[in-house]
């Protein structure tokens, strides 16, 4: 019997009109498309944004990277191979193999095997979670990075070289969608996604041994646990 699967992706729209990549930045771009599920993962990813003047437009699936496409054409494009609606994998192959791409086309993800799949679909670099400042600047806008002098997770001018003390809002959020995933019945490929989807969060906290245990609750198909970790970490959060 076939397994379950998720909805297939939606069809992307036509890639014409972007603006043909330059050899080399001479000042940030514009303009960044972020495809990521997690509220929490975004948030670093927007101090980022913020800090060196790019402005910023995030979608959690491939439906809505698709209506962003519409009507944006980023000059830096992120995306989490893992998505509810489909494979990240995918809309980095399209946007990489369009007659006009984006200057910058970026995997991220919590698992460093995904690095190899990312950059066989056609990506420029590859971030591994958490993302920050003084690591990812460079391979996320292909200009190299100003001098940063980071000590105790905080750089040179004060902000956060890592998503720690992530927004709880952010967070609580996240781990409702967890719940939501589980409560919506005993699907395997909803289960896989779900565990998945906790383990990035946690890769963007950073708490490995929640990623690590999510993983392992999704690879053994026990909600359960899943839904066990889900609690441990609102309590924890709860608790500061």
Do not use: W
Request: proline share 9%; net charge neutral; aromatic share 2%.
């Amino acid at each position: 019997m076939p397994e379950p699967r998720l909805p297939d992706a939606p069809a992307l729209p036509p890639l014409t009109g972007l603006t043909r990549p330059a050899p080399g930045f001479a000042c940030p771009p514009r303009l960044m498309l972020l495809v990521e599920d997690s509220r929490v993962a975004a948030e670093a990813v927007r101090l980022i944004c913020r800090r060196i003047g790019i402005r910023l437009r995030r979608a959690e699936s491939l439906a809505h990277a698709a209506m962003h496409l519409r009507v944006y054409r980023p000059d830096i494009v992120l995306v989490d191979p893992g998505l509810p609606d489909g494979s990240g994998l995918d809309l980095i192959a399209r946007l990489a193999s369009a007659r006009m791409r984006p200057s910058r086309l970026v995997g991220v993800s919590g698992d460093a095997a995904m690095e190899g799949p990312v950059m066989a679909a056609g990506a420029d670099a590859f971030l591994l979670k958490p993302v920050s400042v003084a690591q990812h600047l460079a391979a996320m806008t292909g200009e190299l990075a100003p001098r940063l002098a980071a000590q105790d997770g905080v750089e040179e001018d004060g902000l956060p070289t890592r998503n720690a003390g992530a927004d709880p809002l952010a967070l609580r959020d996240d781990l409702r969608r967890v719940r939501d995933l589980l409560a919506e019945g005993a699907d395997p490929a909803r289960l896989r996604y779900a565990g998945q989807f906790l383990a990035s969060v946690a890769q963007a906290l950073p708490d490995r041994g929640l990623a690590h245990a999510a993983l392992s609750a999704s690879r053994d198909g026990d909600s359960a646990r899943i839904r066990a970790l889900v609690t441990r970490t609102e309590g924890e959060s709860a608790a500061f």
